[in-house]
T-cell receptor, first 111, second 116 residues
Framework: LAKTTQPISMDSYEGQEVNITCSHN???????ITWYQQFPSQGPRFIIQ?????VTNEVASLFIPADRKSSTLSLPRVSLSDTAVYYC????????????WGAGTKLIIKP | GAVVSQHPSWVICKSGTSVKIECRSL??????MFWYRQFPKQSLMLMAT?????????EQGVEKDKFLINHASLTLSTLTVTSAHPEDSSFYIC????????????FGPGTRLTVL
């Protein structure tokens, strides 16, 4: 099974670009990578999902290198409200899939 | 994104009683629902996966007789914590999804359970 590893915490400042990397060395061919954001005492919220190369939506970009052993969530121009925990998820398999969650990265944005 | 609700949002109960938590997908049919538990300042812990009309699949170490899961319809799943004890106090979160591994999970707002 894949294992997902991400930094425990990160700090940054308002207006900066923040990159959070998740390692998933044993990712399999058909596995997808998804990132979620969670605020305290709330359920996680979907941010972005990808399989390879680069995916961009209105809130973030996801960079996945060719070997797919890692992925980087990029948050452009962060604000204080981006302070949250960010989770990397690898969904492994097809019909009987397994959810491999990272432990989460606590991102603190400072003024 | 899709909307998932949970009820109640918080509950306090006495030790030994049972508590039922409902998870509803309000605007789509959820073939698969997941139940998570989260202790303070800790990561999400998947408890079980339920598919509509089937028995839930529990993660290793999760007692299926203690955490009863029912997924009787495509819009409703329930988690019943039976004979709750203080160590069951936690934040319980459900998510709803389609059948495919690529389908996004939409999470409910969570239920805070406190067992006295």
């Amino acid at each position: 099974l894949a294992k997902t590893t991400q930094p425990i915490s990160m700090d940054s400042y308002e207006g900066q670009e923040v990159n959070i990397t998740c390692s998933h060395n044993n990712i399999a061919t058909n596995d997808y990578i998804t990132w979620y954001q969670q605020f305290p005492s709330q359920g996680p919220r979907f941010i972005i999902q990808g399989y390879k190369t680069k995916v961009t939506n209105e809130v973030a970009s996801l960079f996945i290198p060719a070997d797919r052993k890692s992925s980087t969530l990029s948050l452009p121009r962060v604000s204080l409200s981006d302070t949250a925990v960010y989770y990397c998820l690898v969904v492994q398999g097809d019909s009987n899939y397994q959810l491999i969650w990272g432990a989460g990265t606590k991102l603190i944005i400072k003024p | 994104g899709a909307v998932v609700s949970q009820h109640p949002s918080w509950v306090i109960c006495k030790s030994g009683t049972s508590v039922k938590i409902e998870c509803r997908s309000l605007d789509f049919q959820a073939t698969t629902m997941f139940w998570y538990r989260q202790f303070p300042k800790q990561s999400l812990m998947l408890m079980a996966t339920s598919n509509e009309g089937s028995k839930a699949t529990y993660e290793q170490g999760v007692e299926k007789d203690k955490f009863l899961i029912n997924h009787a319809s495509l819009t409703l799943s329930t988690l019943t914590v039976t004979s709750a004890h203080p160590e069951d106090s936690s934040f319980y979160i459900c998510s709803a999804s389609g059948q495919l591994s690529t389908d996004t999970q939409y999470f409910g707002p969570g239920t805070r359970l406190t067992v006295l």
